[in-house]
Structures are given as C-alpha cells and as structure tokens.
C-alpha cells in the first residue's frame, strides 16, 4: 500500500512563512520525481515544483524566488518552504509522485 502524507498547512498572514512535508511509505521508489500542486476554489490543479532524484528542480513562475523544494531520498520525504507568502497562495496543497497523491493539506494566506 503506497501512501504520500502531507504536513504543515496552516494559517499564516501574508508575508509569512510555512514549511509543507510529505513523507511517502510503500513501495514509493526515491528514484521518482516528486512534486507538489495545488488547487484553489473554481481553480484547475496546478503544478508548483518539481524536484528529481538529482535534485534538478522546477517551479512555476508565480512562486519561483519565494518557495523551494527539497527532498531527503533517505526518508523518503519532499519539503516545500514557502516565504513571502500572499494571499493567492491559499490553496489545497498535494503532494505527487507518478500515480500517486496525496490527501492535501490547507494553506490560506489571510490577514
């Protein structure tokens, strides 16, 4: 049985910062990518970053400078650090591996 477990979510006011994990148990290999989206209220899913087994990352436009991914293959966990937060980060955060997601955690950004 694999399964991706996010943590971390919470409320944060902007400018503020949050720390997201998801720790993957099963036979999640850590040779596969790891991802994480998100997916606000009458939004589609959209990918956030991306980090491969080498550590080559990606991320989208609307969070690069202010998120980073990282990813410790020994524990089989991605971390997102979130700074600078704004108000249009409030989503449901997943985290993915190919065929898999996980439950999602809630971020909201609010004063």
């Known amino acids: 049985q694999v399964q991706l477990v996010e943590s971390g979510g919470g409320l944060v006011q902007p400018g503020g910062s949050l720390r997201l994990s998801c720790a993957a148990s099963g036979s999640i290999f850590s040779i596969w990518p790891r991802d994480w989206y998100r997916q606000a209220p009458g939004n589609e899913r959209e990918l956030v970053a991306q980090i491969t087994h080498s550590g080559n990352t990606y991320y989208a436009d609307s969070v690069k400078g202010r998120f980073t991914i990282s990813r410790d293959n020994a524990k089989n966990t991605v971390y997102l650090q979130m700074n600078s937060l704004k108000p249009e980060d409030t989503a449901v955060y997943y985290c993915?591996?190919?065929?898999?997601w996980g439950q999602g955690t809630q971020v909201t950004v609010s004063s």
């Open positions: 993915h591996t190919p065929n898999h």
